[in-house]
């Protein structure tokens, strides 16, 4: 499992919408460039920069440059601690739902 100092950095990262919403741009790209998130969203160049920047801290982006220009690409391995960790609650969930069948069997046979 990962360590909770790197789930933390991650949820970290996709609390802020606008952050979010860089992201879910750049997943639903092949490459895009920092100009190219800049004309998709509200804010300033600087401001996608400091997005993009957290986002590489917490391993859910990579970049790529190229001549002036920089690339970024998503990692989806990225998410794979809050993943694991979120699989943590599977059994929690998995409990609650079968008590919750069975409880709606025995309300409605």
């Known amino acids: 499992m990962e360590t909770t ?12 919408p606008t952050r979010r919403a860089v992201f879910e741009r750049i997943v ?7 100009i190219e998130l800049t004309r998709a969203s509200s ?3 600087g401001a996608v920069s400091q997005h993009l920047k957290a986002l590489k801290q917490a ?3 990579s970049d790529r440059p190229e001549g002036r220009q920089v690339f ?6 990225g998410l794979a601690p809050l993943i694991d960790w ?3 609650y599977d059994l929690f969930w998995h409990e609650r739902f079968t008590n919750l069948r069975s409880l709606l069997k025995d ?3």
């Open 5 to 16: 100092e790197t789930v933390t950095t991650i949820m970290r990262a996709l609390a802020d």
């Open 28 to 34: 639903r790209a092949r490459e895009v460039t920092v």
């Open 43 to 45: 804010v300033t160049q």
């Open 59 to 61: 391993g859910l982006v």
């Open 72 to 77: 970024y690409s998503a990692r989806p391995e």
């Open 86 to 88: 979120m699989q943590h």
């Open 107 to 109: 309300i409605d046979p």
